[in-house]
């Protein structure tokens, strides 16, 4: 049954509603989980609320241009449109959001829509260091997004379509038949793409933790560094789910998803507990070389 | 055909122009004084005209003139070639026009302060 | 018609009567002499006049009342006629130049120059073969006393040289004729052909020494150093009647004896005359002095008729008519861009021979814009470019070569050609831009520093002889190419656009504007039946964007003077490319293109070097195609498709075009041809020229792509080469300081991914061609329109220099904004659809790792796109930018525009893909199609409506967001940043901008080391050394000379022995 258009719009807010929600809470999680790795006690799992509404509390907002208050609208947007692009749950009315708007390809190139927005916005910030940091992260981002094109693709010819749905629809039927086990290269392939494009360790000088203040969004204060860290939350979560749907046969419910995301998240959590960081130049040359073949690898394998 | 032969064979006129020609050539070529190469060029000239005239000239006949030794009806049997001894007019009239305006250009090459030998004047080159 | 022997009758008369009129006054001797010239010249017009149209046949003239075999005959044929009419009009065009000279040398000077004149008509007319030895040495005696006429001592040096080869060659034509009487028994030519005695072993031996001393006349290399030295020391009068005048006299008394000349003899001039015009131009490359430059030109020109004429009565190349054509058509263009290009020389002063090694004029200022025009004019005719003869005859030249498969013979002169654009079109360069440039480096080393620079050189009365001959070359060579039926209005409409707005080129900038719109349309009107979905596509880039950047070019007051007539030329060439039905007709209008765009990139203010290597490059590209047009029969003629025969010759023109686009390997003219012509230029050339290159690949692709030699290899290399050229350019365009050398490279990248979507050759493809040539045009006009405001306003073109501009242009930060967008191809913008068309159909056509690439091309472009907005408009805005305005309107407009057709396209797709679909599915299968608004491939979908909506919804409500939520907002100053409980220094350290992505160039640098400009410099330098090493053979010694001369009669003895 086709819903009417009030009635996919009134679904789409629930979905979106349920990956905010999902992603603040696996954001505070791992935080949690990193302290204890650590040695420390960490935040409260629901710290990311409180940042949130903290910020969007603050009685002023300290603003340097129209672009400059556009930055966070555009991140925000950007993470929303690119979720909304994405069939959440596999077969759900609900969690199918507007992704019959475009493929694969859409959803891909919409990721750099809220990341182009963001960096404009810091621009106009005029903070050296948020230029500094958007140099380094769209430098980095060129690199990592060689491995994760050819994974893409190796999915794309393995299963004949660009289609999401169509994707996770072909790995129905059990774990032999997920990506990660009938070409598992394009899946190591992503994976390490992931790692670069959530900014953790070692690929974390983007936003630089100690020697800089926090790269592109040093400049945004109150409501602004609201939106941003909201943002935060629900485009990890449609990296996340589109992982799953791509490499790791989707989810049919949603404590389907809430497993898998987690797991996939944590692979992050994992290596960049147990890695120093590269420079930008290294990480670029890191991507380009032993991903890149697997990634090569990975297609060939499709091919054949 | 033994060398007697190949001898008489030789136009005598010709081969002695040919031969002002190379020595004629050798001097413009080996020569870097500009009188001398002007010089040379006279030779040259003189032996071609020479070999022009060799052309025109057949054995035992009598020079191109109306007389006594020839009458207009038999003229083309028994006279040489005038039209070769027309054209050395000719040519030796153009071959002197030459030699005196190459003289002319060394007199002047000179008298503006430059030397006798051709390699001083090598000055427009590659 | 008039009986010839009164005009040498009158000749002699007056030089002999000279020195008596002399004591009346020089005015009245000089009257005499031109009247004596003109004399010639009008008898010469009669004869022409009742030749061709009065229908009265050749005539022979006998002299003292008999004829042959008792007298010498004079011939007036059509040959002879304009072989007069070329050396009076010669004559009386350098003697007009010398009019100072001339008077106040002695009257010995005028004297000469008649009977020199008088000798080389004698030669042309005389059918006697003792009289043509008179006739050349009353021509090479007079021309002795001429060349040292005003007494310069180079001159008189050079002159000693001349007459010393003149000596042997008189010598040789001598032996020559005699002996030829000897076995023919005729003087007479006609007589003497038809005798039987010539055609043996020592009759062939006779007509060689002629033949010999003929081609030594007419300067072969190597033995032509003396002529070289003499075209450089004398008055360029003179030099100018030596390389034309006399130059067509020897041509046509070679003309004559050719019907004595056997297999051999011809095999001889054509390999000689070839290695003339090779030789001739490689060393002519090395000139640094202009009028020894011309002189290796000469040689050259007049080495490559004299091989014309010889080839085809070897190869049959097309008879009488072809001969005429071609071997005529390359010595009018020769005997008249020479001559104008000598005199010019004079006029500018470039005279450094005669005045002892001191600094001309040239060298210090620019040409005035007639004089520069003049001076285009004669350029463009000597290197071939159209409408002049030269280019009608070149390519008649090398379709009848083509036609017998004369591979190699066209290699070379292609090749000797190109090298010869490249050393005239310096030179022209040099001297209308002014500046003591590579030229004159190699002559006077320096110029003194401090020396007053007029601003620029006004000819005078100097530039009368060189523009009456640029005038002849333009009407000549529009009759030549109304005779080749090149006579579509259309096609002539770029010059008579360029004639009539350069006529008011001192009008107001925005009425020329208005009129080049009008034009643009008005072509568009005329031209619009002829167009078919294809063509009206590209007529909306080509016309339409033309006539956009005529609109932009009033952002600048003032006349601009130059700018519209290129441009409005370039504009309607463009529409002419779309309209030309046959391949002459669309070579033509290629062919122009090519010459508005160079004169287009060489009015920008540093250009010289840029537009150098534009022409050469536009030429290369042009020559490749032309040998690919007239390898294949039938090519470009209407609806010709895939047609059996073409084989390897699509290469040449896929080469020519790959060249033209600017791909990786040829495109080391474009980022500075992009970056240094005026800016609103560069716009056009990218947004819409570079499309003329797309347009014809599309048009060529469909009609021979199916038969191409290994069809799927050769499409996949064509797309790796695309491939390659869309990641080296967005790799380059990171690094760039230069705003304009980052949107050049960027043109170079987008352009690539143009020719990888065409190398699918599928209907996916295909429309990702067109849709992503379409969609360049929309946002690479809009970043250059509001680059060309950013630049007028801040006067910079380095982009670190700039900075926080949004606040003082958001306008042209909105149109960068969304042309960005669009490139970058994030969604929704249209560009997005570029990026889904080309990886749906990469992946569809199975091209994997091409796609992964693209992928990575398309992610580095953001580097580029984010630095070009970031370093402009936001960070630190500089105090000294702080009074910069918005961009004026008249790039304002053009970009509201193009935002909105930008916007529509994005929200509704259809609107330009249906057209693009249509117009490719008459050539493939359907692979996409559209079901609704979303258009669906075998792989995927795309809805670009609903993309759109959902984007705009998600937009809106995050904004609303942002708005309730922002409590008391207050904007701040500059420099109230966090910033380390520091205040920063100045806005010039704290804007990040300068060398923004040093990592990335740590990482990838070694991708980017410039190897294609270092192989083409080294190419160069190889042409260089080859020239070098040639001309290392002229030692400047006579004696070498005479030694060059012998060997060379001695070489082509044994080299006709051997044939």
């Known amino acids: 049954m086709e819903p009417t258009l009030l009635g996919r719009i009134g679904y789409a807010f629930v979905s979106l509603f349920v990956i905010t929600n999902y992603g603040l809470l696996l954001i505070g999680s791992m935080a949690r989980i990193s302290a204890k790795v650590q040695g420390r006690v960490g935040q409260p799992v629901w710290q990311p609320y409180i940042d949130i509404i903290k910020s969007s509390a603050k009685r002023n907002a300290i603003g340097h241009g129209v672009m400059f208050y556009l930055g966070p609208v555009f991140r925000l947007a950007g993470g929303i449109g690119t979720y909304m692009f994405i069939p959440a749950v596999f077969g759900s009315v609900v969690f199918r959001n507007f992704s019959d708007s475009g493929d694969l390809l859409l959803v891909m190139y919409f990721i750099f829509f809220g990341q182009l927005g963001m960096a404009l916005g810091a621009g106009e910030g005029g903070h050296p260091y948020s230029a500094i940091g958007v140099s380094r992260g769209l430098a980095q981002m060129t690199a990592f997004e060689v491995p994760f094109a050819l994974s893409v693709i190796a999915v794309a010819v393995q299963y004949g379509t660009l289609d999401i749905n169509a994707i996770v629809a072909a790995q129905q039927g059990g774990f032999a038949r997920w990506t990660l086990a009938t070409n598992p290269l394009a899946v190591v392939a992503a994976i390490i793409a992931f790692l670069g494009m959530s900014g953790h360790n070692p690929f974390s000088v983007v936003i630089a933790p100690q020697e800089i203040p926090i790269g592109p969004p040093t400049e945004y204060q109150s409501n602004l560094l609201g939106m941003l860290q909201t943002n935060r939350a629900i485009f990890n979560g449609a990296k996340l789910v589109l992982y799953m749907n791509l490499f790791f046969g989707g989810a049919t419910n949603i404590v389907a998803m809430v497993i898998k995301t987690f797991l996939i998240y944590f692979v992050n959590v994992f290596v960049g507990q147990a890695f120093p960081r590269f420079r930008t130049d290294q990480s670029i040359r890191f991507f380009l070389g032993v991903p890149t073949l697997i990634g090569i690898a990975s297609v060939i394998i499709a091919v054949i | 055909m033994n060398a007697l032969e190949v001898l008489a064979k030789i136009n005598p006129v010709a081969a002695s122009g040919a031969v002002l020609v190379l020595v004629g050539l050798w001097g413009v070529m080996a020569k870097p004084n500009l009188f001398k190469i002007a010089v040379a060029f006279s030779v040259m000239e003189t032996g071609v005209n020479l070999v022009i005239l060799s052309v025109g000239y057949i054995r035992g006949r009598t020079a191109p003139i109306l007389d006594s030794a020839a009458d207009a009806a038999s003229a083309s049997a028994r006279m040489t070639d005038p039209v070769p001894q027309a054209l050395v007019l000719t040519a030796i009239v153009i071959g002197l026009a030459v030699t005196a305006l190459m003289l002319s250009y060394a007199v002047r090459l000179k008298a503006g302060g430059g030397g006798s030998s051709i390699e001083s004047y090598g000055e427009e080159k590659w | 018609m008039v009986n010839p022997l009164y005009l040498f009758a009158a000749s002699l008369a007056a030089a002999f009567l000279l020195p008596l009129v002399d004591k009346l006054g020089r005015r009245v001797s000089l009257a005499l002499v031109y009247a004596t010239i003109a004399a010639w010249g009008a008898v010469a017009l009669s004869y022409l006049w009742a030749l061709l149209y009065a229908g009265v046949g050749a005539r022979a003239?006998?002299?003292?009342?008999?004829?042959?075999?008792?007298?010498?005959?004079?011939?007036?044929?059509?040959?002879?006629?304009?072989?007069?009419?070329?050396?009076?009009?010669?004559?009386?065009?350098?003697?007009?130049?010398?009019?100072?000279?001339?008077?106040?040398?002695?009257?010995?000077?005028?004297?000469?120059?008649?009977?020199?004149?008088?000798?080389?008509?004698?030669?042309?007319?005389?059918?006697?073969?003792?009289?043509?030895?008179?006739?050349?040495?009353?021509?090479?005696?007079?021309?002795?006393?001429?060349?040292?006429?005003?007494?310069?001592?180079?001159?008189?040096?050079?002159?000693?040289?001349?007459?010393?080869?003149?000596?042997?060659?008189?010598?040789?034509?001598?032996?020559?004729?005699?002996?030829?009487?000897?076995?023919?028994?005729?003087?007479?030519?006609?007589?003497?052909?038809?005798?039987?005695?010539?055609?043996?072993?020592?009759?062939?031996?006779?007509?060689?020494?002629?033949?010999?001393?003929?081609?030594?006349?007419?300067?072969?290399?190597?033995?032509?150093?003396?002529?070289?030295?003499?075209?450089?020391?004398?008055?360029?009068?003179?030099?100018?009647?030596?390389?034309?005048?006399?130059?067509?006299?020897?041509?046509?008394?070679?003309?004559?004896?050719?019907?004595?000349?056997?297999?051999?003899?011809?095999?001889?001039?054509?390999?000689?005359?070839?290695?003339?015009?090779?030789?001739?131009?490689?060393?002519?490359?090395?000139?640094?002095?202009?009028?020894?430059?011309?002189?290796?030109?000469?040689?050259?020109?007049?080495?490559?008729?004299?091989?014309?004429?010889?080839?085809?009565?070897?190869?049959?190349?097309?008879?009488?008519?072809?001969?005429?054509?071609?071997?005529?058509?390359?010595?009018?263009?020769?005997?008249?861009?020479?001559?104008g290009l000598f005199l010019l020389s004079s006029a500018i002063g470039d005279d450094e021979a005669a005045r002892g090694g001191a600094a001309g004029k040239r060298g210090e200022g620019a040409l005035s814009p007639f004089g520069a025009v003049v001076a285009g004019v004669l350029a463009a005719a000597l290197v071939g470019l159209p409408p002049f003869p030269g280019f009608w005859a070149k390519w008649t030249l090398i379709q009848a070569l083509a036609g017998r498969e004369s591979w190699w013979l066209i290699a070379l002169i292609l090749g000797a050609s190109l090298v010869e654009a490249f050393y005239v079109l310096r030179w022209l360069i040099a001297i209308v831009k002014g500046e003591a440039g590579a030229l004159a480096k190699g002559e006077r080393g320096t110029i003194e520093p401090g020396a007053p620079i007029p601003a620029r050189i006004r000819l005078g009365a100097g530039a009368l002889a060189p523009a009456l001959a640029a005038a002849a070359l333009v009407v000549s060579g529009v009759m030549l190419g109304w005779n080749l039926s090149v006579s579509d209005p259309l096609l002539w409409a770029p010059f008579a656009a360029a004639a009539i707005l350069f006529a008011i080129d001192r009008a107001p900038g925005w009425l020329k504007s208005l009129l080049s719109i009008a034009a643009a349309a008005a072509f568009g009107w005329l031209a619009y039946d002829r167009l078919d979905g294809l063509r009206q596509l590209f007529a909306i880039m080509?016309?339409?964007?033309?006539?956009?950047?005529?609109?932009?070019?009033?952002?600048?007051?003032?006349?601009?003077?130059?700018?519209?007539?290129?441009?409005?030329?370039?504009?309607?060439?463009?529409?002419?490319?779309?309209?030309?039905?046959?391949?002459?007709?669309?070579?033509?209008?290629?062919?122009?293109?090519?010459?508005?765009?160079?004169?287009?990139?060489?009015?920008?203010?540093?250009?010289?070097?840029?537009?150098?290597?534009?022409?050469?490059?536009?030429?290369?590209?042009?020559?490749?195609?032309?040998?690919?047009?007239?390898?294949?029969?039938?090519?470009?003629?209407?609806?010709?498709?895939?047609?059996?025969?073409?084989?390897?010759?699509?290469?040449?023109?896929?080469?020519?075009?790959?060249?033209?686009?600017?791909?990786?390997?040829?495109?080391?003219?474009?980022?500075?041809?992009?970056?240094?012509?005026?800016?609103?230029?560069?716009?056009?050339?990218?947004?819409?020229?570079?499309?003329?290159?797309?347009?014809?690949?599309?048009?060529?692709?469909?009609?021979?792509?199916?038969?191409?030699?290994?069809?799927?290899?050769?499409?996949?290399?064509?797309?790796?080469?695309?491939?390659?050229?869309?990641?080296?350019?967005?790799?380059?365009?990171?690094?760039?300081?230069?705003?304009?050398?980052?949107?050049?490279?960027?043109?170079?990248?987008?352009?690539?991914?143009?020719?990888?979507?065409?190398?699918?050759?599928?209907?996916?493809?295909?429309?990702?061609?067109?849709?992503?040539?379409?969609?360049?045009?929309?946002?690479?006009?809009?970043?250059?329109?509001?680059?060309?405001?950013?630049?007028?306003?801040?006067?910079?073109?380095?982009?670190?220099?700039?900075?926080?501009?949004?606040?003082?242009?958001?306008?042209?930060?909105?149109?960068?904004?969304?042309?960005?967008?669009?490139?970058?191809?994030?969604?929704?913008?249209?560009?997005?659809?570029?990026?889904?068309?080309?990886?749906?159909?990469?992946?569809?056509?199975?091209?994997?790792?091409?796609?992964?690439?693209?992928?990575?091309?398309?992610?580095?472009?953001?580097?580029?796109?984010?630095?070009?907005?970031?370093?402009?408009?936001?960070?630190?805005?500089?105090?000294?930018?702080?009074?910069?305005?918005?961009?004026?309107?008249?790039?304002?407009?053009?970009?509201?525009?193009?935002?909105?057709?930008?916007?529509?396209?994005?929200?509704?797709?259809?609107?330009?893909?249906?057209?693009?679909?249509?117009?490719?599915?008459?050539?493939?299968?359907?692979?996409?199609?559209?079901?609704?608004?979303?258009?669906?491939?075998?792989?995927?979908?795309?809805?670009?409506?609903?993309?759109?909506?959902?984007?705009?919804?998600?937009?809106?409500?995050?904004?609303?967001?942002?708005?309730?939520?922002?409590?008391?907002?207050?904007?701040?100053?500059?420099?109230?940043?966090?910033?380390?409980?520091?205040?920063?220094?100045?806005?010039?350290?704290?804007?990040?901008?300068?060398?923004?992505?040093?990592?990335?160039?740590?990482?990838?640098?070694?991708?980017?080391?410039?190897?294609?400009?270092?192989?083409?410099?080294?190419?160069?330098?190889?042409?260089?050394?080859?020239?070098?090493?040639?001309?290392?053979?002229?030692?400047?010694?006579?004696?070498?000379?005479?030694?060059?001369?012998?060997?060379?009669?001695?070489?082509?003895?044994?080299?006709?022995?051997?044939?």
Request: charged share 10%; with cysteine; net charge positive.
């Open chain 3, 61 to 339: 003239f006998g002299t003292a009342g008999f004829v042959a075999p008792l007298a010498i005959m004079l011939r007036v044929g059509p040959e002879e006629a304009a072989g007069l009419l070329a050396i009076s009009g010669v004559g009386l065009l350098a003697a007009g130049a010398m009019r100072r000279p001339l008077a106040e040398a002695p009257i010995g000077g005028a004297m000469t120059l008649i009977t020199a004149l008088m000798g080389m008509s004698g030669i042309v007319l005389t059918r006697d073969l003792f009289n043509l030895f008179v006739f050349l040495e009353i021509a090479s005696i007079s021309t002795y006393g001429l060349i040292a006429f005003d007494d310069r001592r180079g001159a008189l040096r050079a002159g000693f040289k001349y007459m010393i080869a003149g000596g042997i060659a008189s010598a040789l034509y001598l032996i020559g004729v005699i002996y030829v009487y000897r076995f023919s028994g005729h003087l007479n030519l006609d007589m003497a052909a038809a005798a039987p005695g010539l055609f043996g072993g020592a009759g062939t031996i006779a007509v060689f020494f002629l033949l010999a001393a003929l081609l030594v006349e007419l300067k072969p290399f190597p033995a032509n150093g003396w002529a070289i030295d003499a075209y450089q020391t004398a008055d360029p009068g003179v030099s100018a009647i030596l390389s034309g005048a006399s130059a067509t006299a020897l041509l046509l008394a070679l003309w004559k004896v050719m019907p004595l000349l056997g297999e051999a003899h011809l095999a001889a001039v054509a390999g000689s005359g070839l290695a003339t015009f090779a030789a001739g131009n490689l060393a002519g490359a090395r000139q640094g002095r202009a009028r020894r430059m011309l002189g290796y030109s000469s040689v050259a020109q007049v080495g490559l008729v004299a091989a014309v004429a010889a080839l085809d009565r070897l190869l049959g190349l097309g008879g009488l008519r072809f001969t005429y054509l071609v071997a005529g058509g390359l010595l009018l263009n020769h005997l008249l861009a020479k001559t």
């Open chain 3, 542 to 1059: 080509l016309l339409g964007g033309g006539a956009m950047y005529s609109f932009a070019a009033m952002y600048k007051g003032g006349a601009r003077r130059g700018l519209h007539p290129l441009l409005s030329a370039a504009t309607l060439a463009l529409g002419s490319v779309l309209v030309a039905e046959t391949p002459l007709g669309f070579f033509f209008a290629w062919e122009t293109m090519t010459l508005a765009s160079f004169l287009l990139v060489l009015r920008g203010r540093e250009s010289r070097a840029a537009a150098l290597s534009y022409i050469v490059f536009g030429l290369g590209g042009a020559f490749l195609l032309m040998v690919g047009l007239v390898a294949i029969p039938g090519a470009w003629s209407s609806g010709s498709t895939g047609s059996a025969g073409a084989g390897w010759p699509v290469f040449l023109i896929l080469a020519g075009l790959l060249v033209k686009l600017g791909a990786l390997g040829a495109h080391v003219w474009l980022p500075g041809a992009y970056a240094e012509s005026d800016d609103e230029a560069s716009g056009f050339l990218s947004s819409s020229l570079s499309k003329a290159g797309v347009f014809v690949m599309v048009v060529a692709l469909a009609a021979f792509g199916r038969v191409l030699p290994f069809q799927a290899t050769s499409m996949r290399i064509l797309g790796w080469i695309g491939l390659a050229t869309a990641l080296f350019g967005a790799l380059y365009a990171i690094y760039q300081e230069d705003i304009k050398k980052t949107l050049a490279w960027s043109s170079m990248g987008q352009i690539g991914y143009v020719i990888l979507a065409l190398a699918i050759y599928d209907q996916a493809g295909w429309t990702t061609a067109l849709y992503l040539a379409l969609n360049h045009f929309l946002y690479k006009s809009m970043l250059f329109l509001a680059i060309a405001g950013v630049i007028q306003r801040v006067g910079t073109r380095n982009m670190y220099e700039m900075g926080g501009l949004i606040k003082k242009m958001p306008f042209s930060f909105l149109s960068v904004l969304m042309a960005i967008i669009a490139l970058s191809g994030v969604p929704p913008l249209s560009g997005f659809g570029g990026k889904w068309l080309l990886y749906s159909s990469l992946l569809e056509k199975g091209w994997y790792i091409e796609a992964a690439v693209a992928f990575f091309a398309s992610a580095v472009a953001f580097l580029y796109l984010f630095r070009l907005i970031h370093t402009i408009f936001l960070g630190q805005p500089k105090p000294s930018q702080a009074m910069v305005r918005e961009a004026p309107l008249a790039l304002t407009i053009p970009q509201g525009l193009l935002m909105v057709v930008l916007f529509a396209v994005s929200a509704f797709p259809r609107l330009m893909l249906d057209p693009i679909m249509r117009v490719v599915g008459e050539a493939f299968d359907p692979v996409l199609r559209f079901e609704g608004s979303a258009l669906v491939s075998p792989l995927g979908y795309w809805d670009g409506t609903l993309s759109m909506i959902v984007t705009i919804a998600v937009f809106a409500l995050c904004f609303l967001w942002m708005i309730a939520n922002l409590h008391n907002p207050q904007t701040v100053k500059q420099f109230n940043i966090v910033y380390a409980a520091e205040r920063p220094f100045r806005p010039e350290t704290t804007h990040y901008a300068w060398n923004f992505y040093a990592p990335y160039e740590k990482a990838l640098g070694f991708l980017t080391r410039h190897r294609g400009e270092r192989f083409w410099a080294a190419v160069g330098t190889g042409v260089d050394a080859v020239g070098g090493a040639i001309r290392r053979v002229y030692t400047g010694n006579g004696q070498t000379y005479a030694l060059h001369v012998v060997l060379y009669v001695v070489a082509l003895y044994l080299l006709m022995g051997a044939l």
